[in-house]
């Protein structure tokens, strides 16, 4: 693996954003209400979030994605229905707790009082996430059809969310977009495709689909976590990092504890996992353990490096130019049309610089012999998350609630699912799961937050949801993109696309 190739890889990802956010600090951010130093952090945080996530995605291509095929294909022919289910299970935990998305998100809900316990969340996502993952590997050995699945998902997810608190809504289904980032999906996809390949029932859709239907568990468990605790907020915010005092490294010596702490626990029961598999399923040799090993000593160091990043400068920047955006747009209608602008660039440049959405297109372009094009796909991905984002920024302004964005927007995806081919509604839904990853999850959230905040005078009753709405786009936008490939192919006038065989 070219460590240089992956740091590229990771720059193209992280520098666009950070152009913007270090243009917009130096124009719109009014010094006197800025914090000492806070750009200069951004820049060391952006530093540590480029070297820590290539680290940690030289990890996932050396160890955790080679592992999650291999376990994949030795559980397929086992042909042990209970012990694929469960392992599925174990595995979703797992890996969803090792997310550095969801480690992130959970940090973030905490602080602002949305959570009383950041480890008990960051359980209830992991173990919403295992249960659908079991949900999912059943219906592709037993061959049922992904989209009866997907409709019993989403009305329990309906009925949840109308008996729900109000603000546990917009948390919810943003931490199940939050689940599907860097680890979760290239070891999801790997075990799912591994599966499908070695059975014979696999309900119209080419082994996509098991990414969509994980994302449905986290929602519904942080739900259903709300229910039990009759909201779930904490009565405090957890304490803040000391950003605005001390000397310029003082945030980032702050959190450098807890990243460590965060990331060992994170990484370590993979370790483990990789011990259970090799002596129970899996035929290693002694230098693929050795590799995959390393793999995860990579990714344990990556995720390290990479919350100290976040947590120490890239998260705050967010947050301070959120507000700086959302006070402006509180007094102007052309600074509101500013942040909704601002937001919509966001979106096009974040979604097609998630490595998870880069996993996502090489999967789909390989797997359907190149009948659906990368390229094409991501146009459509990064108009949607735009759409998205703008619609995050305007609901910050305006003040509507979630649901008014939600509700039709899931209503259109399942109207579209009821004339879309099989395979294409299986990509749209693992696209909505992963158009949300890192960038999303750690500086767009924080932006989002901020500008909600500044916007409302700080009395957002429900800032959150801006991830829910990244996660929701894609179904409508690639399920459309589907049927508007299926007529050109039927009427013939596409001749860039090749005849797809539907299902």
């Not at 070297?51 to 022919?77: M, N, Q, Y």
């Amino acid at each position: 693996m070219n460590v240089l190739a992956k740091f590229r890889e990771t720059a193209f990802s992280v520098l666009p954003v950070m152009g913007i956010v270090l243009a917009l600090g130096l124009s719109v951010v009014p010094r006197e209400a800025a914090e000492p130093w806070w750009l200069a952090r951004f820049v060391l945080g952006g530093a540590l979030l480029v070297a820590g996530l290539s680290a940690f995605l030289l990890g996932v291509d050396l160890g955790i994605e080679p592992f999650g095929e291999r376990v994949g294909e030795a559980l397929a022919k086992r042909r042990s229905l209970p012990r694929l289910v469960g392992a599925a299970a174990l595995v979703g935990v797992i890996v969803t707790a090792a997310e550095p998305d969801v480690q992130v998100f959970a940090a973030q809900v905490f602080a602002a009082g949305k959570a009383a316990d950041k480890t008990l969340l960051v359980l209830a996502i992991a173990l919403g996430v295992g249960f659908f993952m079991a949900l999912g590997m059943l219906r592709s050995v037993v061959g049922l059809g992904l989209k009866p699945v997907l409709c019993a998902g989403y009305a329990g997810l309906l009925l949840l969310a109308l008996a729900a608190p109000g603000g546990s809504v917009g948390v919810a289904f943003d931490a199940g977009g939050a689940t599907t980032g860097p680890m979760t999906v290239p070891f999801v996809m790997a075990l799912g495709l591994g599966v499908a390949a070695t059975r014979a029932g696999r309900g119209g859709d080419g082994g996509f689909g098991l990414t969509g239907i994980a994302s449905i568990g986290p929602v519904m468990a942080v739900l259903a976590m709300s229910l039990l605790s009759r909201g779930g907020a904490a009565s405090a915010s957890a304490p803040e990092a000391a950003h605005g005092a001390g000397t310029f490294l003082a945030p980032f010596a702050a959190a450098w504890r807890g990243a460590l702490r965060d990331a060992a626990v994170s990484i370590a029961p993979l370790f483990a996992l990789l011990a259970f598999f090799r002596l129970t399923i899996l035929d290693m040799t002694a230098r693929q353990t050795a590799r995959t090993s390393l793999g995860l000593l990579y990714a344990l160091v990556g995720l390290f490096v990479f919350l100290l990043g976040v947590e120490g400068g890239f998260v705050r920047a967010g947050e301070i130019l959120g507000a700086a955006l959302g006070a402006k747009a509180a007094l102007s209608g052309r600074a509101a049309a500013l942040l909704v602008a601002t937001g919509a660039a966001l979106g096009a440049i974040v979604v097609c610089a998630e490595p998870a959405v880069w996993v996502l297109g090489e999967n789909v372009e390989e797997h359907s012999g190149g009948v659906i094009r990368r390229r094409t796909l991501l146009v459509f991905l990064a108009g949607a998350t735009a759409l998205a984002i703008a619609l995050a920024m305007a609901r910050a302004v305006a003040g509507f609630p979630l649901g008014a964005v939600l509700v039709p927007g899931y209503a259109l995806a399942f109207a579209l699912m009821a004339k879309t081919p099989g395979r294409w509604t299986a990509i749209a839904f693992d696209s909505g799961g992963v158009a949300s990853g890192p960038l999303t999850t750690t500086f767009v959230l924080s932006f989002a937050l901020g500008a909600a905040s500044a916007a409302s005078g700080g009395a957002a009753a429900d800032p959150f949801g801006v991830v829910a709405l990244v996660a929701m786009a894609p179904l409508v936008a690639i399920q459309w993109m589907g049927l508007s490939v299926e007529r050109r192919r039927a009427r013939g006038r596409n001749r860039n696309i090749a005849p797809e065989k539907t299902p």
